[in-house]
């Protein structure tokens, strides 16, 4: 097929793509109200009396449920929260009308961020300190919300909820680990097991010689960016429900020669992901950051790339070595060192394990998997044996399926009612 008749081919299927998602957007009547408020927490827990941040934090209340109704309370994970989002979430679970929601933004995301004008190194921002907000929040909203409450998290946040359930087991009734990764390992191949199966081996083999096209000469470099790009589209093809329709165009794209293909991805990234790929991308690759660049909401990702080398790990490599995913365990510790000045302390301290948490859990589980979700291999194994609690598998589900199908997400919520009240 000539170059130029397939462009043309693509670019007509990527306008119909772009003319489905508009028309699939249509508003719906407002029928809850939905309040921002601001929590101050102490920078340090450990010194309460010491510098503090204001952590915001959405309420959503249907219309007519008592303060006494289930409270569903989302734990923050590492991007910014929106008002659009905490009804989009309620609207996932079915719209249900006797349960409040409530979710605390991740300190070190969206307006949560500390006084500090520098935010190049945000060390305040660990997995205790934010488990220990979440607490205040709940101490605090408690006066006011006094039914049942039940904990939600969602991938990162999965991995939270697992172990807020074990830390602050009064707190809650019953704790949800959506997709949940729950294994920490510096350097994980899972991801790209799942990529493997879900483009297939002809269009991932052409991947793998894009990502090769694009092997930078310098770290961050204009290369660099570029490869980040095509790593975030592969995230979202593979990982998202949203996403699945537009995987052929992109299989597609990738018979193009690498410059041509990456000309459609940012296509495809302004009009369709309105520039979340390239955030990711230039957020991965910034050496300093400012608070009002942090409060912006663009650059999350940078702060997730602290995280990870702080305290997480998790970070791609290939199955086999040569793939999608070719950076090296050096190429991590160069990163690290160009954006935070330090080796990273997540590849040699002990790792953060949701995991190891399991087993002491004094409330309820529920865990949801979707099959083809490439966080799965990190995730709570369908066979599992819980103590107590309820496992949801979805062969045919892709990353947190109770969010993207309402069905799911009636099911679930519907468990986790049980276990509340």
Not at 74 to 86: P, Y
Not at 341 to 364: I, Y
Request: charged share 20%; proline share 5%.
């Amino acid at each position: 097929m000539r170059k130029s008749v397939l462009n043309t081919i693509l670019i007509t299927l990527l306008v119909l793509l772009v003319c489905v998602s508009f028309l699939a957007c249509a508003p719906e009547a407002k029928n809850y109200e939905l309040t921002r408020i601001i929590v101050s927490q102490p920078l340090d827990h450990a010194s309460p009396d010491g510098a503090r941040f204001d952590e915001e934090v959405f309420i959503l209340v249907p219309h007519n449920a008592p303060n006494s109704s289930p409270v569903f309370f989302i734990l923050g994970n590492e991007h910014d929260i929106t008002s659009q989002e905490m009804v989009k979430t309620w609207t996932a679970y079915g719209v249900p009308s006797d349960v409040i929601f409530i979710q605390a933004e991740h300190r070190g995301y969206g307006q949560s961020v500390s006084s500090d004008d520098n935010q190049t190194v945000p060390a305040y921002v660990t997995v205790s300190q934010a488990l220990a907000d979440y607490h205040q929040v709940i101490a605090e909203l408690k006066k006011t919300y006094t039914g049942p409450w039940m904990a939600a998290g969602y991938s990162y946040g999965g991995g939270l909820s697992v172990d807020f359930a074990s830390r602050y087991p009064d707190d809650i009734k019953v704790t949800l680990s959506s997709s949940g990764v729950i294994d920490w390992p510096f350097t994980m191949d899972a991801y790209d097991k799942q990529v493997r199966i879900t483009m297939g081996p002809d269009t991932y083999a052409r991947l793998t010689q894009h990502i090769k096209n694009l092997q930078p000469v310098e770290t961050f470099d204009s290369n660099w960016i570029e490869r980040e790009l095509l790593i975030a589209g592969i995230h979202g093809l593979t990982q998202y429900e949203a996403y699945r329709s537009y995987l052929p165009v992109f299989q597609a794209a990738s018979n193009l020669p690498t410059p041509a293909f990456m000309g459609i991805l940012h296509m495809i990234d302004d009009t369709i992901a309105k520039k979340t790929g390239m955030q990711y991308a230039e957020s991965n690759g910034k050496k300093t950051l400012t608070r009002e660049e942090a409060t912006s909401g663009k650059w999350g990702w940078r702060v997730w790339r602290y995280q990870q080398c702080a305290e997480t790990g998790i970070f791609e490599v290939s199955a086999d070595g040569d793939g999608v995913f070719n950076r090296s365990r050096a190429d991590f510790f160069a990163e690290s060192r160009a954006l935070f000045g330090t080796d990273p302390a997540s590849a040699v301290s002990p790792a953060w394990s949701p995991r190891s948490k399991l087993a002491e859990l004094k409330v309820p589980l529920v865990y949801v998997c979707g099959g083809m979700d490439p966080w799965q291999g990190l995730g709570l194994e369908k066979d599992y044996n819980m103590a107590q609690g309820h496992y949801f598998y979805y062969p045919e589900g892709r990353h947190c399926p109770d969010l993207s199908n309402v069905e799911i997400g009636k099911q679930v919520l519907a468990r986790m009612l049980e276990y509340a009240r």
